[in-house]
């Protein structure tokens, strides 16, 4: 039974280390996603105006290349008089197109920008159409593996699963780690199952009548992937279990070289130990500089550049190359972990400020006129940027303290 534990624990880690670095950007990305058509709204503030005194914003997605117009309604009346008419064109994933203002009767072009699809087409193909789902469809996979090794090669007691010790810190990653993994565990396996049916059901070529009826079971495991009921009650829900998964596997990484930290006596495993530390902070704290940057490039980009939703993918791609390149050049120290979380959480914390230097659509008008999906954007950015501050000042005190 022990050595059965050992290689347990020993499939837990590998597997958790290979594809932890894709299952967290892609968890980060899904948990977004639970929120696309808000943050797709936050980053055409050119519309904003015009819905404050005609109702919230209202369309629906089109398929690509197809231009469409539509009356902006609110409470299900959808009589064009007193509210905008939206003509949307969604090419090559990019919403952009024009509006006529009601009050003025004005032409406002809106801004061209990817928005929240593009969180959606990262999570699950990385922009790279089916070799990209088929990796990530194997990482879910072995995530299955990690989960069920995880649970069976432990020996757990309540104090795992409901305490956090906020010191010494070593523990208290193990603590987050078991907290965020065991708590919400259904979770876990509710979304990689349901979206590995998903997969099956697009990318496999075998015909499987339960998953191709309409009637079936494949619409209720897309609700289930998507959250697609209960409101927003249940999409709250949905993201904070989201952010915990990706807490869980963000921790798991920092265990893996917590643990081997000081076991690296041959010059070989001292250097893949250094590859796996740059790695992490590239992963994990770049990711989130990353995705902060990107909605800092929708405020600052220029409106008239061309291309410039491509350019918005650019910017996180580049950020992301940048952290990279950072991490390596700290070699994967605490220093790099310091800098770029405190980078992401100064990016993301002066979000708010940045949109209402940028636009008319700050929280001191969002807020009073209840335009939730605008402002949440906003105070999700703070609350979390507030978070990774008050996270990385814990990590400083704790390695100054050892």
Not at 100 to 110: K, M, R, S
């Amino acid at each position: 039974m022990n050595r059965l534990t050992q290689w347990m624990n020993w499939l837990h880690s590998w597997f958790g280390l290979l594809f932890g670095w894709l299952l967290f950007a892609v968890f980060l990305t899904g948990t977004l996603t639970v929120f696309d058509t808000e943050i797709t709204a936050w980053m055409q503030p050119d519309l904003h105006e015009i819905t404050w005194d005609t109702g919230q914003m209202g369309g629906s997605i089109h398929e690509e290349g197809l231009l469409s117009a539509q009356p902006v309604s609110n409470g299900g009346d959808t009589s064009i008089d007193g509210f905008p008419l939206l003509v949307k064109l969604q090419e090559k994933r990019t919403f952009s197109g024009q509006t006529i203002d009601p009050a003025t009767g004005q032409l406002v072009i809106f801004r061209d920008t990817q928005g929240g699809d593009f969180f959606y087409h990262f999570h699950y193909g990385l922009l790279a159409g089916w070799p990209g789902a088929w990796l990530i469809g194997s990482a879910a996979i072995v995530m299955l593996i990690a989960l069920a090794t995880g649970m069976c090669g432990h020996r757990w007691t309540f104090k795992d699963v409901v305490m956090i010790r906020l010191r010494p810190f070593p523990r208290a990653w193990l603590d987050a780690h078991n907290l965020t993994g065991i708590l919400i565990i259904p979770f876990h396996l509710m979304i990689v199952v349901t979206g590995l049916t998903l997969f099956w059901s697009i990318y496999m070529p075998v015909d499987v009548p339960l998953l191709r009826d309409s009637a079936g079971i494949l619409p209720l495991l897309s609700d289930l992937h998507f959250a697609q009921f209960g409101g927003n009650t249940m999409r709250w829900l949905y993201f904070i279990m989201g952010l915990a998964a990706t807490v869980m596997i963000a921790t798991g990484l920092i265990l893996w070289t917590i643990k081997r930290q000081r076991t690296q006596s041959s010059y070989s495993s001292q250097s893949g130990y250094r590859i796996v530390e740059v790695l992490n902070v590239a992963t994990v704290a770049g990711a989130l500089v990353a995705v902060a940057a990107f909605f800092w490039a929708n405020r600052l980009l220029p409106l008239a550049l061309p291309e410039r939703s491509l350019w918005e993918i650019r910017c996180f791609f580049i950020v992301w190359s940048l952290c990279l390149l950072h991490s390596l050049l700290r070699r994967g120290s605490i220093k790099a972990w310091r800098e770029q979380l405190y980078g992401s959480a100064c990016l993301l914390g002066f979000l708010p400020l940045l949109n209402g230097l940028t636009t008319n659509s700050h929280l001191l008008a969002t807020v009073p006129k209840a335009q939730w999906a605008i402002a949440g954007v906003d105070l999700t950015g703070l609350t979390v940027g507030a978070l990774l501050g008050w996270t990385v000042r814990r990590v400083g005190r704790s390695t100054r303290a050892g």
